[in-house]
């Protein structure tokens, strides 16, 4: 049974007191047991927060009190487990990390495409459609046909815009990441950059996945999400990925049954890119995490 509830968002908004926002938004946040990442920036938030309804609600009543996060909208979903253990609010420059200044959501941006629209443009052999998602994300799930820009970085995005995508020509280009804010900014960047007809999925792929019926999505794989749950499905049910205890990459049930795969140790992903120094110092830290795992099983009997 469900017990959490997952609450996804962002907002770009004016925000030159962020600084801040921090302590009332933690205190607020550990008031109502609510745990996960919040980040402020003077370009507004970006966050997800898991919790109760009760005490997801009111952590965003606090935010949208300010007139500045009034319109604040949330992709929710739900998790059996707690998606996060800690509650973090942090302060940095951009609330997503493009690295490209003068970029402003608020003064231009693409245009908005609903999930109930998407398959549409997806289908117009007109459209160049790219991912802006990095690499391990893209590699276990994406839209069919969605060019993919094999970047580690969001950082690397405009470079790849650039040298993909010939303003001049002015194509059609549509725009999709996991929750929508990474669209905002590069469809803003290629704008600038000349291109005339850019869109992008409204609510990213989240929204798709939970408002497009499963029958008729063109959604191929699963959905990399960045907490505990690792990956969801249609309608947002959690997904059948791990991430690999050496990388932090990924793992599929497929993977795991690789004569290359040692759990806690290497991946398919990361094999060559770990020495066997690190191969064994994984190898050590796993023993140990399984260890406390049975002890905490024990302890639990015990009290039973």
Same mark, same amino acid.
């Given at each position: 049974?469900?017990?959490?509830?997952?609450?996804?968002?962002?907002?770009?908004?004016?925000?030159?007191?962020?600084?801040?926002?921090?302590?009332?938004?933690?205190?607020?946040c550990?008031?109502?047991?609510?745990?996960?990442?919040?980040?402020?920036?003077?370009?507004g938030?970006?966050?997800t927060?898991?919790?109760?309804?009760? /005490?997801?609600?009111?952590?965003?009543?606090l935010?949208?009190?300010?007139?500045?996060?009034?319109?604040?909208?949330?992709?929710?979903?739900?998790?059996?487990?707690?998606?996060?253990?800690?509650?973090?609010v942090?302060?940095k420059?951009?609330?997503?990390?493009?690295?490209?200044?003068?970029?402003?959501?608020?003064?231009?941006?693409?245009?908005?495409?609903?999930?109930?629209?998407?398959?549409?443009?997806?289908?117009?052999?007109?459209?160049?459609?790219?991912?802006?998602?990095?690499?391990?994300?893209?590699?276990?799930?994406?839209f069919?046909?969605?060019?993919?820009?094999?970047?580690?970085?969001?950082?690397?995005?405009?470079?790849?815009?650039?040298?993909?995508?010939?303003?001049?020509?002015?194509?059609?280009?549509?725009?999709?990441?996991?929750?929508?804010?990474?669209?905002?900014?590069?469809?803003a960047?290629?704008?600038?950059a000349?291109?005339?007809?850019?869109f992008h999925?409204?609510? /990213?792929?989240?929204k798709?996945?939970?408002?497009?019926?499963?029958?008729?999505?063109?959604?191929? /794989?699963?959905?990399?999400?960045?907490?505990?749950?690792?990956s969801?499905?249609?309608g947002?049910?959690? /997904?059948?990925?791990?991430?690999?205890?050496?990388?932090?990459d990924?793992?599929?049930?497929?993977?795991?049954?690789?004569?290359?795969?040692?759990?806690?140790?290497?991946?398919?992903?990361?094999?060559?890119?770990?020495?066997?120094?690190?191969?064994?110092?994984?190898?050590?830290?796993?023993?140990?995490?399984?260890?406390?795992?049975s002890?905490?099983?024990?302890?639990?009997?015990?009290?039973?």
């Open positions: 049974m469900d017990k959490y509830l997952v609450a996804a968002f962002y907002k770009f908004a004016a925000l030159p007191d962020f600084e801040d926002w921090r302590e009332p938004l933690l205190e607020c550990v008031n109502n047991d609510v745990r996960g990442s919040l980040l402020l920036a003077p370009e938030i970006n966050g927060l898991a919790g109760s309804a009760e /005490g997801i609600q009111r952590v965003l009543a935010l949208r009190a300010d007139e500045r996060f009034a319109g604040l909208k949330t992709k929710e979903s739900t998790a059996t487990s707690p998606p996060f253990q800690r509650m973090k942090r302060l420059r951009e609330i997503v990390t493009m690295g490209v200044p003068a970029i402003d959501p608020n003064e231009i941006v693409g245009t908005y495409v609903a999930p109930e629209d998407w398959n549409a443009l997806l289908e117009d052999p007109d459209v160049i459609v790219v991912d802006a998602r990095n690499d391990y994300e893209v590699a276990i799930g994406s069919k046909g969605a060019r993919n820009p094999a970047i580690k970085t969001f950082r690397e995005f405009p470079r790849w815009l650039l040298g993909e995508i010939e303003a001049k020509e002015q194509p059609k280009v549509a725009m999709f990441c996991t929750g929508g804010i990474r669209c905002e900014k590069s469809t960047f290629l704008k600038q000349g291109v005339e007809e850019v999925l409204e609510g /990213g792929i989240l798709y996945l939970e408002n497009v019926p499963e029958e008729e999505s063109l959604w191929e /794989g699963e959905c990399f999400v960045f907490d505990q749950r690792v969801v499905c249609h947002l049910r959690e /997904g059948s990925y791990e991430l690999c205890h050496a990388c932090g990924p793992v599929g049930v497929e993977d795991k049954l690789k004569p290359d795969f040692i759990e806690g140790v290497q991946c398919r992903g990361c094999i060559e890119r770990t020495t066997p120094l690190q191969k064994e110092k994984f190898a050590a830290r796993f023993a140990q995490l399984e260890l406390a795992k002890r905490a099983k024990a302890n639990k009997r015990e009290e039973l």
